[in-house]
């Protein structure tokens, strides 16, 4: 696998998004993880490459802190709880570096940061699997967006080995989507593209992560996720799909 950074880390968000559900779901105690992740999607953003992305993950699975890839997080309750609340900070890697794009007026666009997501959660664990809905912000400035997701996640654990499928939807704020997909007047004064107002907005997924233990002490995680952007962001001249799978896979040592 060739370490590739591209213009559009979505891929990387998905990872790491990927790597948590794992680690929700297969952690006994407490126990750090050091490991390497690589994963693909295909290129969002109009005549951008696709993506191909090698992070090295950092875990730490505690009773209430938890670190995981980029982010980090305090469970208000013990782990395992039928309830929690769940504080969380995470670095949002999602951007679009205009030079990347072969596209002339792709090329005149603004430059869109990478920021930092706060929020908070509330998980119900039931008998026939987690539900979890999660509201924040950004807390690093660069858009000031807000965002919530709904989610539901079975995690299906069969000794050494394990499976979560999960479906949810996720809804941004128009500064957030504006920040990812819009096009304001000034950038359509000087390309070839209409503004463009994202709103309100948001997507559906669906997901299945899964592990398993080749040893004791080393630990294989994969899966795959499918978007379908909602409402106006499909509609954004600057993207090329509003439709996408991507794939990760990892392996760590767990101490």
Do not use: C
């Not at 570096?97 to 007026?105: G, I, L, N, Q, R």
């Not at 957030?176 to 997507?203: C, K």
């Amino acid at each position: 696998m060739i370490l590739k950074m591209t213009s559009h880390r979505i891929n990387a968000a998905i990872l790491i998004a990927f790597v948590s559900v794992s680690s929700d779901t297969l952690a006994k105690g407490s126990e750090w993880s050091l490991g390497v992740a690589a994963s693909y999607s295909p290129a969002v953003y109009n005549d951008t490459p696709s993506n191909r992305t090698v992070i090295p993950v950092i875990g730490y699975e505690g009773e209430h802190l938890f670190l995981r890839g980029f982010g980090i997080g305090y469970r208000i309750f013990p782990k395992g709880s039928t309830q929690n609340l769940v504080l969380r900070a995470r670095y949002d890697p999602r951007t679009l570096k205009p030079e990347d794009s072969t596209d002339v007026d792709m090329q005149k666009l603004d430059e869109r940061k990478a920021s930092v997501l706060g929020g908070v959660s509330y998980q119900f664990l039931s008998s026939v699997g987690m539900f979890e809905v999660t509201a924040g912000t950004d807390i690093g400035s660069t858009h000031d967006g807000l965002y919530a997701e709904a989610a539901w996640r079975v995690p299906i654990r069969q000794g050494p080995w394990g499976m979560t499928p999960s479906i949810g939807y996720s809804y941004n704020s128009k500064r957030l989507n504006n920040h990812l997909y819009g096009v304001s007047q000034q950038e359509a004064a000087r390309t070839r593209f209409e503004s463009f107002d994202a709103g309100w907005n948001g997507q559906y997924f669906a997901g299945l992560s899964g592990y398993a233990y080749l040893t004791s002490n080393i630990r294989l995680v994969g899966g795959v996720r499918y978007t379908n952007l909602d409402g106006d962001i499909a509609k954004s001249p600057i993207i090329r799909r509003g439709v996408y799978t991507s794939a990760n896979i990892g392996i760590a040592y767990v101490f």
